[in-house]
């Protein structure tokens, strides 16, 4: 199966400007959570959709935004960019069935640097 | 919510000898605890797992445990090697059926030869 993966894998914007990042999960997977990674705050969840519903969400302001698409893939958005958005930011999926495997795979992450 | 907390921040260790990442959680309904480790530059990669009605599980030289009495759970590396060096991370799953991971803070871990 192919892994998780995540475009772009890069990004460099401007505060004040808006970006889309995507997520597409491991065949299978319904389930996808975004996560954002920064030296000082570490991994801090933002939120998962599962069957195009989001189902969990983190204490992230409403400038980050999700979706869900009918093929599971999913995408982020980040309005009104400020320079403390500058993370990496990792999707993760799993199974997310009524199977209970709880085990969740990362892509390779977007690098987003805000100047 | 819940909190993960992970000690040490970073251990050093001889190739060969033992290392052990140790995780506190505050949610008494967790059942999920996975450990991944990420290398410089690449994304958290899973390298073991345990659930709540489990005390032990063991990979070759890897192994977890968990207190649920205690809500603690530890990570044990045996017989390190130089590429173990990486960011070690622990996770809590809350059971409320959503996947949402709660991380601890990481461990460096530095293996030298």
């Known amino acids: 199966k192919a892994g998780v993966t995540q475009t772009p894998r890069y990004l460099i914007k401007t505060r004040g400007q808006q970006v889309t990042l995507s997520c597409s999960p491991i065949s299978g997977h319904r389930s996808v959570s975004w996560y954002q990674q920064t030296p000082g705050q570490g991994l801090q969840f933002l939120f998962e959709?599962?069957?195009?519903?989001?189902?969990n969400k983190g204490n992230f302001p409403g400038r980050f935004s999700g979706r869900q698409f009918s093929n599971s893939r999913s995408e982020m958005n980040v309005s009104t960019l400020e320079l403390g958005d500058s993370a990496l930011y990792l999707c993760a999926t799993y199974d997310g069935g009524d199977r209970r495997i709880y085990e969740q795979y990362f892509g390779p992450g977007t690098r987003l640097t805000v100047t | 919510g819940e909190n993960v907390e992970q000690h040490p921040s970073t251990l050093s260790v001889q190739e060969g000898d033992s290392a052990v990442i140790k995780c506190t959680y505050s949610?008494?309904?967790?059942?999920?605890f996975p450990w991944y480790k990420q290398e410089l530059g690449k994304r958290p990669q899973l390298i073991i797992d345990i659930r709540s009605n489990v005390g032990e599980k063991k990979d070759q030289r890897i192994a977890v445990t968990l207190n649920k009495t205690a809500k603690h759970f530890s990570l044990h590396i045996t017989e390190t090697q130089p590429e173990d060096s990486a960011v070690y991370f622990c996770?809590?799953?809350?059971?409320?059926?959503?996947?949402?991971?709660?991380f601890g803070t990481g461990t460096r871990l530095l293996v030298s030869p």
């Open positions: 949610d008494s309904a967790s059942n999920y």
């Open positions: 996770a809590a799953r809350g059971d409320t059926g959503f996947q949402k991971l709660v």
């Open positions: 959709y599962f069957s195009e519903t989001q189902r």
